[in-house]
């Protein structure tokens, strides 16, 4: 694991890609990422609001830089080269560009994430099915975790003859089967705890429910205990994580049936007093129910809530009220982000959001403690944070402003690049890798492949040997607009 190279609390403004790349790996534990949707529109933001000036493109047309990239990606990684390329073919040329401006992008997330990090990509049924194919291909379908529907509105009345499209969609994965992961609980009502949960003992209000699940069981689960056989009515035993607090050692080591008699002994077990009848166990009111995958913005949960204030959802609150609005286009609320950073990350933990508009992501991080960085290739939204961080944060100090590229300190103490020439000529065979032509080894010049004024290393991987035409060409472009004008002027197909 690296240490980042950078500090916290940096807002860089520049292209994301190009910050990634010179980022340490596995130096960061969460990412959440709200890149544009491929919507086919224009944003800006409205005259006269804070974030006036504020604007960025969502649309996407196929051009010689993508295909370079798309090269590489079929170079590095078939898989996923072949899923832009279906999604090219079914839904067309703006949606392979910007599948492929995300395929590289997602890859450097991932380099960056730590092994117990977590992604959260937020995107909307535009192209929330092609990037769930780029997730499961770059995280590995083993990892995907959730899809979250967020309900960001009441109604959409300006579309006829199809559903109001009210929600946006939120890949979560993680990086590996050690993430971190703590879902807060959201409380009940008032009106329903009075409605379901009347009856009340020692330790407190509860309901009685079920202590059998569907569908048969082999074994102890499957068989009759005081007189009620669960097989006979096509279910097994199925005793709830709830009472497990109430079992010696949580229940470890103990059978089914030895389970529900100290469960029966201690009072949290009823019979109906119709003999025959099916056993139920004492459900108390807890503190809420875990968060599922869908999050909905519901009005009027707040001030309907049982008992105290402590009980008062946080993310509901913040949900609600809407005075954090700053004008800039597509700005998400705070309430979204608490909860995702409060779920995956700890106190102190790094968070990155790489495409972070007015930084919504950022001030949630803030505010619960862990460190963050943001980036956004617009100047506005750096000046907007700013003042953002200052009037809800009071962060008047310690916010670092960077647009340069970064380099990274991650890839140790690497010998003079120079040293390499004749490896890479033997690597290579002689040929240029730009005109693929072949060279004597004097006519051979060494290239970086991400350019050193953009943050790019004098590793090994970073190195090729180019003709002294084509290294002059290449000057400080991107390894992509470098084949992509090559091809243009016919040097290479
Ligand atoms: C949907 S908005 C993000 C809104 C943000 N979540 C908020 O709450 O304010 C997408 C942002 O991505 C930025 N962006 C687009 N392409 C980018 C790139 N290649 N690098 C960095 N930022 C980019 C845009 O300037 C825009 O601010």
Redesign the pocket.
């Known amino acids: 694991m690296a240490q980042p190279n950078w500090q916290n609390r940096t807002l860089w403004t520049?292209?994301?890609?190009d910050?990634m790349r010179g980022m340490n790996s596995e130096s960061i534990d969460l990412i959440?990422l709200?890149?544009?949707?491929n919507s086919n529109r224009q944003?800006a933001a409205p005259i006269g609001s804070k974030a006036a000036g504020?604007?960025?493109k969502d649309t996407w047309a196929l051009s010689d830089v993508d295909e370079a990239w798309h090269g590489e990606i079929a170079d590095k990684d078939p898989t996923l080269y072949a899923i832009i390329d279906a999604a090219g073919l079914s839904h067309g040329k703006g949606m392979k560009s910007y599948l492929i401006?995300m395929a590289v992008?997602l890859l450097e997330m991932k380099r960056l994430l730590k092994l117990s990090g977590s992604v959260y990509l937020?995107c909307d049924p535009t192209a929330s099915h092609y990037l769930k194919t780029l997730m499961d291909s770059i995280f590995g379908a083993g990892n995907f975790r959730s899809e979250i529907v967020w309900r960001r509105s009441n109604a959409h009345s300006k579309i006829t003859k199809q559903f109001g499209p009210i929600h946006d969609t939120l890949l979560y994965y993680s990086k590996s089967e050690e993430r971190i992961f703590h879902p807060g609980v959201r409380p009940y009502t008032r009106a329903y705890i009075e409605d379901r949960f009347k009856k009340r003992d020692e330790h407190g209000r509860y309901q009685t429910n079920y202590l059998t699940g569907p569908e048969t069981r082999e074994g102890e689960s499957g068989e009759s205990w005081r007189g009620f056989d669960p097989t006979s009515v096509g279910r097994h035993w199925a005793i709830p994580r709830s009472l497990r607090e109430f079992l010696p050692s949580g229940g470890n080591g103990m059978s089914s049936h030895e389970k529900l008699e100290c469960l029966y002994q201690q009072g949290f077990i009823v019979f109906p007093k119709k003999p025959g009848g099916q056993p139920m166990y004492k459900q108390y009111v807890g503190s809420g129910v875990p968060y599922q995958d869908v999050w909905a913005y519901q009005p009027n949960t707040r001030g309907v809530l049982y008992e105290s204030d402590e009980h008062i959802d946080e993310d509901v609150k913040w949900l609600e009220a809407e005075p954090e609005k700053v004008g800039?286009?597509?700005?998400?609320p705070l309430g979204l982000?608490n909860r995702i950073i409060r779920t995956s990350s700890n106190k102190g933990d790094m968070v990155l959001?790489?495409?972070?508009?007015?930084?919504?992501?950022c001030v949630a991080a803030e505010k619960f403690g862990r460190q963050w960085i943001g980036?956004?290739?617009?100047p506005v939204?750096a000046t907007l944070v700013k003042s953002r961080l200052k009037e809800e944060m009071g962060l008047f100090y310690d916010v670092h402003h960077r647009a340069d590229i970064p380099h990274r300190t991650d890839l140790g103490k690497l010998p003079s690049y120079k040293t390499h020439k004749h490896t890479m000529y033997g690597k290579q065979e002689g040929i240029c890798a730009g005109c693929l032509i072949m060279f004597p080894f004097r006519n051979m010049t060494i290239d970086h492949i991400i350019p050193q004024s953009k943050g790019g290393s004098d590793h090994l991987d970073n190195l090729q040997l180019l003709c002294g035409a084509c290294n002059s060409m290449k000057g400080t472009r991107s390894q992509e607009e470098f084949i992509a004008q090559l091809k243009t002027a016919g040097m290479r197909q």
């Open positions: 520049g292209d994301n890609l910050i959440y709200d890149p544009p949707f944003f504020a604007a960025f401006m992008r937020h800039y286009p597509t700005q998400k982000l959001d790489p495409f972070c508009g007015c930084a919504t992501a980036i956004d290739l617009s939204a």
